[in-house]
């Protein structure tokens, strides 16, 4: 019986303590084929994230990505986002891509817009609000580009 076979009848049998097992052995997997083969691994565990979350950030997954953007980092934490798209009447922003599109407004651009934080908002109101970008622009943008 092919490997692909026996997992479609663990899934269709839908019992959950053999559906746990079967997330233990292919977590094993996983990591083997994280040693072996990198870029492998990093595709299946973007595939297996959008199962489990669409194209939608999670806090840590955002957290994560800002925590690697350079020169800076992290400039504001997810409150302090928060604070700033409420101030701003930005409410209509998921709040989650606002806080990874100006902490990287912020590590791209500090130079050119400094302290001036009308120029970082504004920045990422325009990039999240492009009218012609595909969809799911900003989840897009941050797992295929800084890589």
Avoid at 44 to 71: H, L, W
Wanted: charged share 30%.
């Amino acid at each position: 019986m092919h490997i692909k076979k026996m997992i479609e009848k663990i899934v269709d049998d839908g019992d959950v303590g053999e559906m746990h097992e079967l997330s233990d052995i292919l977590e094993e997997v996983i990591e083997i084929i994280k040693n072996y083969d990198p870029s492998k691994y990093k595709y299946y565990e973007m595939c297996i994230y959008r199962m489990a979350y669409g194209s939608n950030f999670t806090e840590d997954m955002a957290r994560d990505i800002v925590s690697k953007m350079q020169p800076y980092g992290e400039h504001w934490n997810m409150e302090q986002s928060r604070q700033v798209q409420d101030e701003y009447g930005l409410q209509n922003l998921n709040p989650i891509n606002f806080y990874i599109v100006i902490n990287s407004a912020y590590n791209d651009y500090r130079e050119l817009f400094r302290d001036n934080m009308d120029m970082y908002v504004k920045f990422t109101q325009l990039f999240m609000e492009d009218e012609d970008a595909k969809k799911d622009k900003t989840f897009i943008y941050f797992t295929k580009i800084p890589q």
